[in-house]
C-alpha cells in the first residue's frame, strides 16, 4: 500500500477552507497512486486554541457535512480535528474515512501538552484499526514522544503509525527529526509524520513531512515551505 504524508498552511478557524485544501491534497495523494493520506493535527481549525475554546461551532464530528469534501476524495483519509466530547472542552481527535467516504475509527489524543490541558479533554484509549489487510496505530503529536504508546500498538500487531503533528521551527526540528525515527527503529514500525508548515497558531510550522521504514530509515520527505504530500509504499 502507498501512503501519504501531508503538509499545509491552514486557515485559521475556518473549517470549510481548511477542508477544501485537505480535498485538494487528498487527490493528488490518489493521483500519485496513494490509498491513505494522513494530515496534521487540527488540520480543520489550524492550532487555533484560543478560538476552539471560545466557539463550539468549530468542533467538528465524524458525520460534520464540512468533511464531505474530504471523506469524498476517494481515498482513505486521516484527518485531525477538534471533536465534540459531550461535556465543555473538546477532544484532539483524528477521524479516519475509508476510501468510500465510509468512518472507520476515532482516536483521541491522549498527552495533551502543556496549555492543551487548559481547553481539552483527554483521550482515554489507544487508536488501532485496520484497512487493506495492514492494521494501523495512531498518535498525535506530544502523544508520540512516549514510547510505551507506540509499543503497545506493535504488541498488537500494528505494521503502520501515523502521527498528525505540529512541530515548529527551532527547536521542533529536532524533536521532528529524533521522535519519529526513533520509534521507527525502537518498534519496527513504518512511520507516517503529518505537519505544518508555515503559521500555524503561535507557532510556525516546519514543514518537513515524512516517512520511515522500520529500523529508521527515511523513505520520503517533503521540504519546509510548500503545501504538499510526499508518499512511499509500505
Not at 13 to 35: H, K, T
Not at 111 to 123: D, I, T
Not at 149 to 169: E, F, I, M, N
Request: glycine fraction near 12%; include cysteine.
Amino acid at each position: 500500500m502507498k501512503i501519504a504524508a501531508a503538509q499545509l498552511t491552514c486557515v485559521p478557524a475556518d473549517v470549510r477552507a481548511n477542508a477544501a485544501q485537505a480535498a485538494a491534497l487528498a487527490a493528488s495523494a490518489r493521483e500519485q497512486g496513494a490509498e491513505l493520506v494522513v494530515f496534521p493535527e487540527l488540520t480543520l481549525t489550524g492550532y487555533e486554541l484560543e478560538a476552539l475554546a471560545a466557539d463550539p461551532g468549530l468542533w467538528t464530528a465524524a458525520d460534520d457535512p464540512r468533511l464531505d469534501p474530504v471523506r469524498s476524495a476517494g481515498i482513505a483519509t486521516a484527518v485531525n480535528v477538534a471533536l465534540p466530547s459531550g461535556g465543555p472542552r473538546p477532544l484532539i481527535a483524528t477521524l479516519v474515512h475509508d476510501a468510500d467516504g465510509a468512518h472507520v475509527t476515532t482516536y483521541a489524543k491522549q498527552h495533551l501538552y502543556r496549555h492543551e490541558r487548559e481547553q481539552f479533554a483527554a483521550g482515554g484509549g489507544d487508536g488501532c484499526f485496520e484497512l487493506g489487510g495492514i492494521r494501523f496505530s495512531l498518535g498525535i503529536c506530544y502523544d508520540n514522544h512516549f514510547p510505551e504508546l507506540t509499543g503497545r500498538a506493535a504488541a498488537d500487531g500494528c505494521r503502520v503509525h501515523l502521527a498528525s503533528s505540529l512541530y515548529g521551527t527551532g527547536d521542533g526540528i529536532h524533536e521532528r527529526a529524533t521522535v519519529h525515527p526513533g520509534i521507527a527503529e525502537d518498534h519496527g514500525l513504518y512511520v507516517v509524520l503529518a505537519n505544518h508548515v508555515g503559521p500555524a497558531g503561535p507557532w510556525t510550522g516546519c514543514g518537513r513531512a515524512a516517512i520511515w521504514a522500520p529500523g529508521g530509515a527515511l523513505l520520503a520527505e517533503a521540504d519546509d515551505r510548500t503545501a504538499c504530500v510526499v508518499t512511499a509504499s509500505v
